[in-house]
Nanobody, 124 residues
Framework: QVQLVEPGGGLVQAGGSLELSCTIP????????MAWFRQAPGKERDFVAA????????YYADSVKGRFTISRDNAKSTVYLQMNSLKPEDTAIYYC?????????????????WGQGTQVTVSS
């Protein structure tokens, strides 16, 4: 069983910043492509950002381009999501996801492993 651990999340004012992190304890982290998805109340779980196993390529939803940055530190077995210029519409539960192989990074069905989710609330 692959377990993803997501500390972090929280409440921030509009225009502020927040960093999420996610780890996979006890696994060869560099084998996994990683992604972040989010789900607002009453909505689908949507793609936010993804990063390849090497970290060389990143992908973003149009709604977060230029504001969010995904990165990874394979030595620390951690993926990060730096969120800047936050807006109230960014309020959601954020989920870390992992998979081995594949190329359709925006497809949530292609990810095998999920974190428990962490709440991000942006106040106006």
């Amino acid at each position: 069983q692959v377990q993803l651990v997501e500390p972090g999340g929280g409440l921030v004012q509009a225009g502020g910043s927040l960093e999420l992190s996610c780890t996979i304890p006890g696994r060869t982290f560099s084998s996994y492509a990683m992604a972040w998805f989010r789900q607002a109340p009453g909505k689908e779980r949507d793609f936010v950002a993804a990063i390849t196993y090497s970290g060389r390529s990143t992908y973003y939803a149009d709604s977060v381009k230029g504001r969010f940055t995904i990165s990874r530190d394979n030595a620390k077995s951690t993926v990060y999501l730096q969120m800047n210029s936050l807006k109230p519409e960014d309020t959601a539960i954020y989920y870390c996801a992992a998979r081995i192989g594949g190329s359709d990074y925006e497809n949530r069905g292609s990810y095998n492993y999920w974190g428990q989710g962490t709440q991000v609330t942006v106040s106006s």
